[in-house]
């Protein structure tokens, strides 16, 4: 399954943000702690190698903690300061201004000016709206929602530039497209739900086969993944007309619970 999508907005926001760059102290990149690699394909990554920058793994809460804590010492070993946070709790955040400053060499009263990247969905106006104690970065659990650049003041002199989730314009490894689509970094319109679930169950059925059980109470010894789909179907009551199983239904159910982190806590890629 090949998945693209790089709409005007984000085309737009990448000119606007060169120009920006240089009035920049220091890049903090969302990625999503459930697919580190994946998330990393914002095409924005060649622009900010310049700056120094701080790494966040957003939704560590939701992630497979063994898992994060491999991911947080690859980034260690390649030299780049990473933090494990849960955004919505602040959890992980606690040092933040500081660890900016100290990775800057500035002092407390110097102002820093911070760009928030990532692809879409990961975090980065909810990540804004938690440092600068305010609600006014808007916050939504779909992709796309910040349009344009936007300044926030914070505390201790720090400012944040809040971006639109930008993508690359053509994915090399179309398995990175689909690990974007599993965690809604990808409009739903533009993939089909039930060949993504599947390839979902694949993956799943290899690491989470237990949790995927326990979750929908199902047997899926010696199961496939489209056969995995049919039997969580049932059991849902995702049934229509002659009894057949509503697999757009149960696929869009099952996508949903997996990105509520209500199958289990659940990483899709190693370090
Ligand atoms: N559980 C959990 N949810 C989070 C976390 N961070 C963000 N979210 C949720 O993820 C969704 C997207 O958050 P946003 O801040 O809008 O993401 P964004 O990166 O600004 O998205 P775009 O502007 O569309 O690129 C919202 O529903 C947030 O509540 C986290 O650490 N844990
Ligand atoms: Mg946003």
Known sequence: MNIQWFPG???????LLKQKLKFVNLIVEILDARVPFS?????????????????????????????????????????????????????????FSSIAKSLLNK??????????????????????????EKKRAKVENRPAVTKGISWFVGKNGLEFLD????????????????????????????????SLCERLLQILLKNYKNAVENRFKVDLSFTTAQEALRKIGRKRGAIIYGGKIDLNRVSNLILEEFRAGKITKITLENS
């Open 9 to 15: 907005h984000m085309a737009k926001a990448k000119r």
């Open 39 to 95: 998330s990393m394909s914002s095409d924005l990554v060649g622009l900010t190698f310049s700056k120094p920058k701080l790494v966040l793994l957003s939704k560590f809460d939701l992630a497979n903690e063994a898992a994060t804590k491999c991911w947080l010492s690859y980034f260690r070993d390649v030299g780049l300061i990473a933090l494990a946070v849960n955004l919505k709790s602040g959890q992980g955040l606690e040092n």
């Open 107 to 132: 002092k407390k009263s110097e102002k820093i000016k911070v760009l928030v990247c990532g692809v879409p969905n990961v975090g980065k106006s909810l990540f804004i709206n938690k440092v600068t």
């Open 163 to 194: 971006t639109p989730g930008i993508l690359c314009p053509k994915f090399d490894d179309p398995k990175v497209g689909e690990k974007l689509a599993f965690i809604g970094s990808i409009k739903d319109n533009l993939f089909d739900s039930v």
